[in-house]
Every structure is written in structure tokens, then in C-alpha cells.
């Protein structure tokens, strides 16, 4: 079995492409927002609850009070929901040495008893030191079959259905808090994600039929997301912004799924969008790219109409928990309201 690829977001020298969605409580020790066990069977409300994985079943028994998460929507959800997270992945910005915070920004902060782990090597022994009885992995992108099965023997894995990120942020949240036994509470926070999408457009009604780049710059070339159907698009398309045609319309294939290859020379078609947002996996790559005689020129990127994405802006909106959305539609809000008013 192929290992998935890793996440394209900027972690200086280390990561690779992959397949291109408000907390509320803390998560603490406390079981809040979890099924309560039903005194007179032992058992709780919802459970067992058995789930298909990419790889084979997984039947949680009762409502989980040990919680481990592997992958960033995990982790947000699982926060907002409540749940005792004793093992989350830390922040992209802590492993890039951006920022010394483990925990994600659109998150309350985990409490002191949680062990941190690297989102890079998923340690089983470890993981199984910290007694879950609940891996969640619905967004562990360096999640494979060994692993998977190695974990499955640990406690039950809730990890993607199908393929990574082939799950919208609706049905991903939804899974999450089922897994957790609160799906009535990942439904209040997919209705936040709603209601800070619809406050975007209300705002800024110019933003309707404008179109996006959203890629990575490379060696010479930029990777630039094509695919209508991969989470980003799909997000983007929400908030009223549609790819931009003569990119999304060229021939050829990309360097990674979804995507094309637009070299530096071709770079006066970002001139044709209405708004581009950029990320980078070295400081070094992000000056060749604006240094680029050509790209140099461009009146977009000359303008407030171009956004060079923080890591952590960029991993969420590589994949957009629901957990993360209004707090993602902060980061990118004045680059849109540009775009919006522009004609």
C-alpha cells in the first residue's frame, strides 16, 4: 500500500504535496459534551458505534473518556466538543519553529496533561502509553495501512472512510462527533462554520463569481490547486470564488494530484485572477517567486489582492475543519474584501 503523501504547507525543507472546513469548550480533563453512560446498563446512549475505514472496521464500545488525535480536524473538533484529549499532534507552527505553541490557533488551548505528538511519525508505542480508548485519524496525513493495524491493536481507529481528505468538512465533523458520542455537538459547530460563511458573503456580496489561485511556489514553477472537487476548492467555492479558468483549463499534469505545474515564464496569468493566495515551503522559495522577473511585475502581486499564507493559514486551508472555518475566514478576510470591491 502507497504511504499517503504529506501535507504541502510550508514545513521548511520537509514536507510534500498532498491530495488537494470556534471551539468551544476547552478540552481538559473534564467529560463534557460526551454521551453519558446509561446507569442501568453500563453502557452509553449511541454506542457501540462501529465505523468503516480505509482499511477495516472499528467499533467504539462506549463513550470515550481517553482521547487521542492525529490529525488536525480531530484535534478541533474533538476540542470543541469537549472531549478529554489526552494526545493531540502539535501545531505545524511548533515543529517549523514559527511559533513554540503545540496548540492550534483556532482552538482553545489543550490543558497541561496533554502529550504532544509529532504529526510526522506516528509513535504506536507511545500513543499506547497514554491508555486511549480512541484514536481518532480522520485527518492523519501520515497515516498507512501498518500503522493503521499497529494503532487498531491499541484501541479503536476512527480514521478516514475512503481516502485522505475525501471527506467534507460536514460528514468529517459529523463522524467525529459520532465517534465521540456527540454528534448533536458537531453539529452546533458546523452550524458556527455556517453562519461565518454566511456573514462573509452578506458582507462582501462583490465577492460572488470572483475568481482564485491558491498554490505553492516551487523551483521555477508554481503548484497551483485545480480541482474543483479537493477540500480547498470546495471551501473557496462556499465563500462565492471560483478557480480561475485559464489556469484551471491548462493541459498537462501537475506534480501532484488536482493540481498543474504553472512555470514562472506563464506567470502573467495570475494576472487574470481576482485574488491569489500563495504558500511557500522555504523563505528562500517565497523571495525567489516574488523576485521573479516576471512574477515582480504583476499587478496582483503589487497589490493587497495577493496573500502569502502563514503556516498555519495555509494547513487550514489546505483542509478546512469546521472547527477552523471562522477563524480561516479571519486570516483571509481583508485580501477577499479587496477582491470584492475590485472591478
Not at 76 to 87: D, F, N, P, Y
Not at 153 to 174: F, I, N, Q, S
Request: proline residues 6%.
Amino acid at each position: 500500500m502507497r504511504r499517503p503523501l504529506r501535507p504541502w504547507t510550508p514545513l521548511v525543507g520537509a514536507l510534500l504535496a498532498a491530495t488537494i472546513a470556534l471551539s468551544g469548550c476547552t478540552a481538559t480533563k473534564s467529560t463534557e459534551g460526551s454521551a453519558a453512560p446509561d446507569a442501568a446498563s453500563g453502557t452509553s446512549k449511541g454506542f457501540p458505534a462501529t465505523f468503516t475505514n480505509a482499511w477495516g472496521t472499528a467499533t467504539v464500545p462506549a463513550a470515550p473518556r481517553r482521547v487521542v488525535t492525529l490529525g488536525y480536524a480531530d484535534t478541533a473538533v474533538a476540542g470543541a466538543l469537549g472531549a478529554h484529549i489526552v494526545g493531540a499532534v502539535k501545531s505545524y507552527g511548533s515543529l517549523s519553529g514559527e511559533t513554540k505553541d503545540e496548540n492550534l490557533p483556532y482552538t482553545e488551548p489543550l490543558d497541561d496533561s496533554v502529550t504532544w505528538l509529532d504529526p510526522m511519525n506516528i509513535n504506536t508505542e507511545r500513543i499506547a502509553a497514554l491508555r486511549p480508548d480512541l484514536i481518532l485519524a480522520s485527518t492523519a496525513f501520515t497515516l498507512d495501512e501498518p500503522t493503521y493495524k499497529r494503532l487498531s491493536t491499541v484501541a479503536p481507529v476512527v480514521a478516514y472512510e475512503k481516502r485522505l481528505y475525501g471527506a467534507d468538512a460536514t460528514d468529517e465533523a459529523l463522524r467525529i462527533g459520532r465517534a465521540l458520542g456527540d454528534e448533536p455537538g458537531a453539529r452546533k459547530v458546523l452550524d458556527t462554520a455556517d453562519r461565518a460563511v454566511e456573514k462573509l458573503r452578506t458582507d462582501l456580496p462583490g465577492l460572488a463569481g470572483k475568481t482564485y489561485l491558491y498554490g505553492q511556489a516551487r523551483d521555477g514553477f508554481a503548484v497551483m490547486i485545480t480541482e474543483e472537487t479537493n477540500a480547498t476548492a470546495r471551501f473557496m467555492n462556499r465563500l462565492g470564488l471560483t478557480p480561475l479558468p485559464a489556469v484551471a483549463n491548462l493541459e498537462g499534469k501537475g506534480s501532484v494530484p488536482g493540481a498543474v505545474d504553472v512555470s514562472y515564464e506563464r506567470a502573467a496569468l495570475y494576472d487574470r485572477a481576482d485574488v491569489l493566495f500563495m504558500t511557500y515551503q522555504s523563505g528562500a522559495l517565497k523571495e525567489k517567486f516574488e523576485s521573479d522577473p516576471v512574477v515582480s511585475r504583476l499587478r496582483i502581486v503589487k497589490s493587497d489582492r495577493y496573500l502569502p499564507l502563514g503556516i498555519e493559514a495555509a494547513t487550514a486551508l489546505q483542509s478546512p475543519n469546521a472547527a477552523a472555518v471562522p477563524w480561516l475566514i479571519g486570516e483571509l478576510r481583508a485580501t477577499l474584501a479587496t477582491a470584492a470591491s475590485a472591478r
